[in-house]
């Protein structure tokens, strides 16, 4: 990747964006939706401090394997993994009627999920956001892992 910090800005901007809609969809009583975009939120901002990292190539939509991988940078994310995990929930149990047994999300999902699903993007966005503002360009073009 040439430009890592712009592109990560742009991966930052979109969670932003995403994590804006969170509490409309909440209130609008979506909350299988709002489950969902909450993990999409995190994935987007995890994705973006990895590519202020240097990364390049990140295939996982997984919360806890993103996490991981931002360990290599800032061990806090051992952590952080640890209080947003459940998000990993949210990728295709919030989305396909399918996913769970005799239940589809549009009914399994509740307000109180919602709401915790938020705070965990709220907790992943606000670490990254936190991190990308306070590190300076890397030389070469990569951080090196702590």
Request: charged share 25%; with cysteine.
């Amino acid at each position: 990747m040439k430009q890592p910090k712009q592109e990560a800005q742009r991966w930052l901007q979109q969670a932003q964006s995403d994590f804006a809609f969170l509490d409309v969809a909440r209130q609008a009583g979506k909350y299988d939706i709002c489950c969902f975009l909450a993990q999409q939120t995190a994935e987007k901002a995890l994705k973006a401090y990895l590519f202020h990292q240097g990364e390049e190539l990140l295939f996982t939509h997984a919360i806890f394997r993103l996490c991981e991988l931002a360990t290599r940078y800032d061990p806090a994310f051992v952590e952080i993994r640890e209080q947003v995990k459940l998000l990993d929930f949210y990728y295709v149990e919030a989305r396909y009627p399918n996913a769970m047994e005799d239940v589809i999300p549009a009914v399994f999902y509740s307000n109180k999920d919602a709401e915790q699903a938020i705070e965990m993007a709220r907790i992943v966005i606000e670490a990254v956001q936190a991190r990308i503002e306070t590190q300076e360009e890397p030389e070469g073009g990569r951080n090196e892992p702590q």
